[in-house]
T-cell receptor, first 113, second 111 residues
Framework: NAGVTQTPKFQVLKTGQSMTLQCAQD?????MYWYRQDPGMGLRLIYY???????DKGEVPNGYNVSRLNKREFSLRLESAAPSQTSVYFC????????????FGPGTRLTVT | GENVEQHPSTLSVQEGDSAVIKCTYS??????FPWYKQELGKRPQLIID?????GEKKDQRIAVTLNKTAKHFSLHITETQPEDSAVYFC??????????FGGGTRVLVKP
């Protein structure tokens, strides 16, 4: 079991460029989440998917879009990157809706110049 | 909105002493309260959680206590060791079946 995997591990973008962060889990979990973590701060929810076919906004959704491609995969897209989106992005998954352990991926460190 | 305040933001303790981190939450309907540990450069990992029908839960050197009336819960680490040095996050299950995280506490255990 690989658990939750994310690609890429590191990325540098110029302002205005677009990119997609990929996330996959092999634990047959229903729910998946995208968080951002800024230096010295906690985890802020960007979007989540309670089950395959559904997505909902979290605390900081502006500038992002998501796709729950199937039960395993949940991608995060930045259409026009801005320096304020420089952060570490974590994907997570859980078996039930928020009431059980969330398993995190290794993170993607994104820098927007 | 839903939020959780976590204190202190940094905590320095001598090896062998205890560490206590407290969180206060806003949503009285919440029923699930996990704690995550994040080592430097690593992903957050669950270390203990508690549900609203339990007031205290213990796992070896770590324990969590919950006071639903006062809407706060705390993490207790006893006999701290250097490997306990990390950032600790509290969280609670908010409306819409998602977790809301605290701002984190950086714990440094000095040998």
């Amino acid at each position: 079991n690989a658990g939750v995997t994310q690609t890429p591990k590191f990325q540098v973008l110029k302002t205005g460029q677009s990119m997609t962060l990929q996330c996959a889990q092999d634990m047959n979990h229903n729910s998946m989440y995208w968080y951002r973590q800024d230096p010295g701060m906690g985890l802020r929810l960007i979007y989540y998917s309670a089950s395959e076919g559904t997505t909902d906004k979290g605390e900081v959704p502006n500038g992002y879009n998501v796709s729950r491609l199937n039960k395993r995969e949940f991608s995060l897209r930045l259409e026009s990157a801005a320096p304020s989106q420089t952060s570490v992005y974590f994907c997570a998954s859980s078996d039930h809706r928020g009431a059980t352990e969330q398993y995190f991926g290794p993170g993607t460190r994104l820098t927007v110049t | 909105g839903e939020n959780v305040e976590q204190h202190p933001s940094t905590l320095s303790v001598q090896e062998g002493d205890s560490a206590v981190i407290k969180c206060t939450y806003s949503d009285s309907a919440s029923n699930y309260f996990p704690w995550y540990k994040q080592e430097l450069g690593k992903r957050p990992q669950l270390i203990i959680d508690i549900r609203s029908n339990v007031g205290e839960k213990k796992d070896q050197r770590i324990a969590v206590t919950l006071n639903k009336t006062a809407k706060h819960f705390s993490l207790h680490i006893t006999e701290t060791q250097p490997e306990d040095s990390a950032v600790y996050f509290c969280a609670f299950k908010a409306a819409g079946n998602k977790l809301t995280f605290g701002g984190g506490t950086r714990v440094l255990v000095k040998p």
